[in-house]
């Protein structure tokens, strides 16, 4: 039994009863088809009946019209849409000229013939009016183009002529309703948004739109959007849909979740900003790339089976690098969304990217946060360009390495390779000591003056388990050498513990696959320790610069209390001499770390109470924090072994690039070229 409707539909608009107009009429009905299709539960297949009564026309006769008006019937026989086929060729070129984008018109599978929505075709009214109006008045008018255009006039103002007068009132005062969205969006034309996690707006490409519910039945308009994106993988045009809530009555279009950016009232200025940043986008995809960042990132988290994006305050150092982003983060495609579908038509180069289009680059681009550890996107408009400390203290530290001598090779190899190729390319430093002396220091402070982001990474976070740090260990000094960062391994001693039979093989197992990956590294790495004589020998000939930080003397502990009680910024009221540094350096014999703690601790208190800063303040929170006196406890140094003061440690380091720690004296000058090797790695 086959479902069918018929709906009578006046074709004319409504003229006066003259015989010219009753002429014009006939013509036009000859141009204009309006058919039912349905689907026969007989034979399965889809069939067409005139609108009418009679069903005699066949889908092959329906050539000779302009327009066909398909009305959609489903299998219970109610009407579910309407589409309509663009018979003329020449006004489906119009059509498609006027859209910019062949998409906008489907395609037909059995005779390609162009088809579009009746809100699609609404949209182009006033450019059909615009070209008739020139086709009409051109020296030698194309007559069959100015007849096929007047078809498509009439039966936009036959069907639609009321809507057109509602929304023209409606966008006159700034409105629109829910029913009328789809006349709002023109296809292929800009659309804006500023609803995301990172509250940064972008601009997109709208290229269709449609009515629907969602999974809980609620109606809903859909819009289809582009963006320029790198998904980890390509550059290119990237697919999204976007839904619109249904509302009740009229809503200001600027409260809507996205607008036709035309109607933002700063549109100038938007698209130049959007541009701007656009283009700043496409550079930032050229190489690893080290940025400041001090802003809200998104980040995914695991939740069984499926991913969420959660937010993350990110701050300092950052790398963009999409493709290593892909690389670490294989499994969770939501960050990657929307992705760049159809690569062979929507793959883009980034010099090939036109100004026009720079303005729909993305709004984020993914990277890695050094401070947090953690992968993520980040706002392409709060990226700076890297901010490197030039504080006092580390302009005291290479004050005196500024003479030497510039011909220093490559650490990546260039002019020196080990007879194996591959191997012994990196500059590798061991630091040994007590906590608190400045080892850490040291290696922040080298990352400032070769102007290389510090990757600081613990042994805790690279496990226990011999197959878990080998993968852990590759990723991270693979990506220590893609970015050319300083890599620093707190607490490395259980990497560079002797191996010995009495010692478990598990843990042999570590120190062994420890010193294959530090044997074909290639970059910049500091090892810290506080067991120097437990160090396996097999890691001494793979060490570059090395040396032992003693604890501090009465004269240094002087200076680091200077360096963080002298008053800064808007505080001033600290009424501490030198000789009560020098008090407090005597009576306390305390770690680089404590005093900062001591120091951050008083300034912070007496700031609250608006008073000035005093020495029994001071001593009052070195008590409070229970500090004590350094430990006389042997630092694992051999008898009469001498040390270096943890203030002259970036000298000795320097040295030992060329000394080899052997205890020979060192020119100062050598400092530099540690820091010139660095730069160059």
């Known amino acids: 039994m086959m479902a069918k409707m018929a709906l009578s539909v006046k074709v004319m608009p409504s003229l006066p009863a003259t015989s010219s107009n009753e002429n014009k009429a006939s013509a036009q009905k000859e141009k204009i088809y309006r058919i039912d299709q349905y689907y026969s539960r007989k034979d399965r297949q889809i069939h067409y009946a005139k609108t009418t009564k009679e069903n005699t026309r066949t889908k092959e006769k329906l050539r000779k019209y302009t327009l066909v008006i398909r009305r959609i019937i489903n299998h219970r026989g109610l009407p579910e849409g309407v589409e309509i086929d663009i018979k003329s060729p020449k006004l489906a070129a119009v059509l498609k000229d006027i859209f910019q984008d062949a998409d906008k018109l489907m395609l037909a599978e059995s005779d390609k013939q162009p088809i579009i929505s009746p809100d699609t075709l609404f949209l182009a009214w006033d450019s059909l009016e615009v070209r008739h109006a020139q086709e009409s008045c051109s020296e030698s008018p194309d007559t069959q183009l100015v007849e096929d255009l007047s078809m498509a006039l009439a039966y936009l103002e036959n069907d639609f002529s009321s809507k057109r007068s509602e929304l023209k009132g409606l966008l006159e005062d700034g409105l629109i309703t829910f029913e009328l969205l789809g006349n709002l969006f023109t296809p292929n034309s800009a659309v804006y948004t500023d609803r995301n996690d990172l509250q940064e707006g ?51 279009i600027t409260e809507l979740i996205v607008t036709p950016f035309k109607k933002n009232p700063a549109e100038k200025a938007l698209r130049q900003e959007l541009t701007d940043r656009g283009r700043k986008y496409l550079a930032l995809l050229e190489q690893p790339v080290c940025q400041w960042y001090g802003a809200t990132a998104i980040h995914t988290k695991r939740h069984g089976f499926d991913f969420e994006e959660m937010t993350f305050l990110a701050s300092k150092r950052v790398v963009i690098d999409p493709p290593t982003w892909m690389v670490h983060n294989s499994s969770s495609d939501i960050l990657r969304a929307p992705r760049v579908t159809n690569r062979s038509s929507n793959t883009l180069y980034r010099k090939s990217v036109k100004d026009e289009d720079l303005m729909f680059c993305d709004y984020r681009v993914l990277g890695f946060s050094f401070d947090e550890k953690q992968w993520g996107a980040f706002a392409v408009s709060k990226l700076q360009d890297p901010k490197w400390n030039n504080a006092a203290l580390i302009r005291d530290l290479v004050r005196t390495h500024r003479s030497a001598p510039t011909d220093i090779e490559d650490s990546n190899g260039i002019e020196f390779d080990d007879i194996i190729d591959g191997k012994g390319r990196g500059l590798v430093g061991l630091l040994s000591g007590k906590p608190g002396l400045g080892k850490t220091l040291t290696a922040e402070a080298v990352s400032e003056v070769s102007h290389r982001p510090l990757y600081a990474v613990s042994a805790g976070e690279l496990g226990t388990e011999v197959d878990v740090v ?65 160090i396996d020998t097999a890691f001494m ?66 700031r609250a109470r608006n008073e000035a800063l005093s020495l029994q303040l001071v001593r009052d929170i070195i008590e409070n924090l229970g500090l004590v006196p ?52």
């Open 541 to 606: 000939s793979r060490i570059h610069y090395k040396f032992h930080y003693d604890d501090l003397d009465t004269s240094t502990r002087v200076s680091i209390w200077k360096n963080f009680l002298e008053p800064k910024d808007s505080f001033s009221g600290a009424s501490i001499m030198d000789h009560d540094l020098r008090r407090l350096a005597e009576d306390y014999k305390l770690s680089g770390r404590e005093i900062k703690n001591a120091a951050f601790c008083a300034k912070s208190i007496s």
């Open 470 to 534: 080998d993968a852990r260990l590759g990723q991270i000094l693979d990506i220590t050498r893609r970015w050319q960062c300083m890599l620093l391994i707190d607490e490395a001693d259980v990497f560079l513990h002797k191996r010995d039979d009495d010692v478990s093989l598990e843990r042999n197992a570590l120190v062994s696959v420890f010193l294959r990956r530090l044997e074909y590294f290639q970059g910049a790495a500091i090892l810290t320790t506080n067991r120097k004589l437990d």
């Open 202 to 252: 972008q601009a997109m490409r709208f290229t269709s739109g449609s009515y629907g519910k969602n999974q809980a039945g609620e109606e809903l308009y859909a819009l289809q959007v582009s963006i320029i994106t790198h998904d980890g993988e390509v550059l290119g045009w990237a697919t999204s849909t976007i839904q619109l809530p249904f509302f009740e009555g009229k809503m200001k």
């Open 630 to 681: 350094l430990s006389t406890a042997t630092t694992g140094l051999k008898q009469n072994e001498s040390v270096t003061p943890a203030h002259m440690g970036f000298k000795r380091a320097a040295a030992d690039v060329d000394h080899g720690d052997t205890g020979q004296g060192a020119d100062p000058s050598d400092g530099c070229r540690l820091v010139k090797k660095l730069k160059t790695t």
